[in-house]
């Protein structure tokens, strides 16, 4: 499901046959195999595409997906150690864009089967603090506000980084 909201192009309109139609694309260029395809579940793809979260985000200035990055991160901010020196870490950004205003948002997809938004908020709060560091770090510019989607719960979570 993950890569199908990255293929997906946000400020065009998708119908459940559409969607259908990109994942059988994503399987004849074997992105993915028939089994994966089978195991997305097309209509949490529809309520994240038919949600105002989503709008907000097809109606931004700019919408950035995929974006690598890399950061030097302190080791006793990671590993609670006390020592000098730093950690190099890696990872991919699912989306982050820039809202009618100017503002940056940080939005990470996530398909995990929760119980509720609280867990999801413990499980990743540190994950998105390295993130949004390293968006702030490269981008000269400060996250406005960062967001877990869940598809699973089929609603975007606000996580407070302060």
Sequence with gaps: MHLVLQKMDLKQEYNYEKIEELINNLVLSKIITQTEAEAIDI?????????????????????????????????????????????????????????KAGNLILVDYKTDKVKDENELKEKYKNQLKIYKQALEISLNKNVYKTYIYSLYLNKEILINLD
Excluded: R, T
């Excluded at 529809?46 to 105002?52: L, Q, T, V, Y």
């Excluded at 020592?83 to 990872?91: A, N």
């Design 43 to 99: 209509n949490k793809i529809i309520n994240f595409i038919k949600s105002e979260f989503a709008k907000n985000i097809a109606s931004a200035k700019m919408i950035y997906k995929e974006q690598p990055f890399y950061i030097d991160i302190p080791a006793k901010d990671l590993c609670n150690v006390d020592v000098d020196e730093k950690i190099l870490v890696q990872g991919i950004i699912d989306l982050y864009f820039i809202d």
